[in-house]
């Protein structure tokens, strides 16, 4: 019993000492951790921020961009926006009127334009003031004749002679009249009375001749008390006839013609020149038989009509507030089209006088000029009205780009209506009067945008078709 006492257990220290050893193992794994843990921390982890509290860029670009897409939105610099043409356009309401293009052409008044300077009698032209394509004054001389018209040479005798002999009795008279009551038997008073009254008439229808045969009232004038026969006759240019409110001012006349030469024999009524007054012209425009209906009504409001001159300038010159003059009553056969005419004011814009004495001008508008002329047809009233550069398109949607800064948005608006020059624009809210909006580099504005999100740009954004 007592051997059995002494024996070690083996069974029970066996056990133990692995369980010792574990325990080593796990205390040493933990004391370690603590510097592990410490070392990843070191290298692992972000180091401490040496701005903590201030926000970092990424932060400082969303307060930036506070109200503003991504997407939708872009910021440009004042280089960018030279780049591109930038234009900016502050909204209004207002009043749009749709128009209808229709051709025409600058043209001369007929009866009114030219006037024709015709030889008032027979005679060699001995000279020749103005030169083809100068300016005139009214009243200015423009040929001089030397007169060989025989009748006009009898007329200018018949009134020399009619005048002395008026003078001769005239005297008669008079000394008759103061010789003593008596004397002289009063029937030779009076007859000397009744010849006076046939040289006085004769005098008078001698006058008249000459004022027909082309001479002016001074010159005959001239004749009755210079007792000489003229030999040479000036042809001057007529008086303004002041007909409309454009020609009201003083102005040249421009020489368009001359059909004669020094030296040539001219009869009476032979065409000597031409001369023009290009201070009021027509505009004659061209337009079918369904457009008469929409030209009498805009005739009938009192529609103010806009002309642009065809130069091939980028930015055409227009006229505007011009008002229907008529509506031509013929039809053509062939084309089944018919001609309405607007007054056109006209003024000089250049006038210069050359070395050698001549004066020359240049009118504003010149028969022949190509125009086009817009009808109003239809109105819309208070809507916001904007050029067509301010518009993108892009497939259903229509947008504008919004000035926020030096931040341009882009806002989808609902379009009314447009046509060549203009867009309307309704007044639903995407937009309101006094926004400001790129009239011009909207689609760069766009374009940009679409590049800086990655998108594919669609090559036909923004244009029709």
């Known amino acids: ?79 960018g926006l030279k780049n591109i043409g930038y234009r900016p356009l502050t909204l209004e309401l207002g009043t749009y009127t749709r128009r209808i293009n229709l051709p025409a052409m600058v043209v001369e008044r007929p009866g009114r334009t030219q006037i024709h300077i015709s030889s008032p009698l027979t005679g060699v032209i001995s000279k020749i003031y103005p030169m083809q394509g100068s ?44 010789l003593t009551e008596g004397i002289v038997p009063g029937k030779r008073i009076l007859e000397q009375e009744y010849e006076k009254q046939k040289l006085e008439a004769s005098l008078k229808a001698d006058r008249q001749a000459l004022l027909l045969h082309g001479l002016t009232q001074q010159q005959v004038d001239a004749i009755t008390q210079e007792r000489r026969l003229f030999q040479t006759l000036t042809v001057n240019a007529p008086e303004h006839a002041h007909d409309g409110d454009a020609c009201s001012m003083d102005h040249f006349f421009h020489v368009q013609n001359i059909a004669i030469n020094v030296g040539q024999q001219v009869q009476a009524g032979q065409l000597m020149g031409i001369v023009a007054d290009h201070c009021e012209l027509y505009i ?28 091939g300038k980028d930015e055409r010159e227009k006229i505007e507030n011009l008002q229907l003059l008529y509506l031509s009553d013929v039809v053509d056969s062939q084309s089944r089209a018919f001609h309405f005419y607007l007054s056109l004011p006209n003024d000089v814009v250049t006038d210069k006088a050359a070395a050698n004495g001549h004066r020359y001008i240049e009118w504003r508008f010149k028969p022949g000029q190509r125009m086009e002329v817009r009808v109003p047809i239809a109105q819309w009233k208070d809507r916001l009205v904007v050029p067509v550069s301010a518009i993108v398109e892009e497939g259903a949607e229509s947008y504008v780009y919004q000035q926020n800064g030096d931040h341009f948005d882009r806002v989808p608006v609902h379009v009314e209506f447009r046509d060549q020059e203009a867009v309307v624009v309704a007044n639903d809210g995407s937009i309101f009067p006094g926004d400001v909006i790129a009239a011009r580099g909207a689609y760069q504005i766009h374009l940009a945008i679409k590049n800086k999100s990655g998108g594919a740009v669609d090559p036909h954004a923004g244009h029709n078709h």
């Open 284 to 311: 004659e425009g061209k337009a079918f038989e369904d457009d008469a209906v929409r030209l009498r009504e805009a005739a009938a409001n009192g529609w103010p009509v806009t002309a642009e001159l065809m130069s």
């Open 1 to 79: 019993m007592e051997n059995r006492m002494n024996v070690p257990q083996k069974t029970g220290s066996g056990w133990i000492w692995p369980t010792v050893v574990v325990v080593g193992i796990l205390a040493v794994t933990a004391a370690s951790s603590v510097y592990w843990w410490s070392l990843l921390d070191q290298k692992g982890a972000p180091a401490a921020d040496a701005h903590a509290g201030e926000p970092h860029e990424d932060e400082h670009d969303h307060a930036a961009h506070a109200g503003h897409s991504e997407g939708t939105s872009i910021e440009l610099s004042a280089n």
């Open 135 to 178: 300016a005139v004054a009214p009243g200015s001389p423009l040929f001089e004749i030397r007169l060989t018209f025989e009748e006009l040479v009898t007329a200018q005798s018949d009134l020399i002679r009619t005048a002395e002999n008026l003078e001769v009795v005239n005297s008669e008279i008079a000394r008759l009249k103061s």
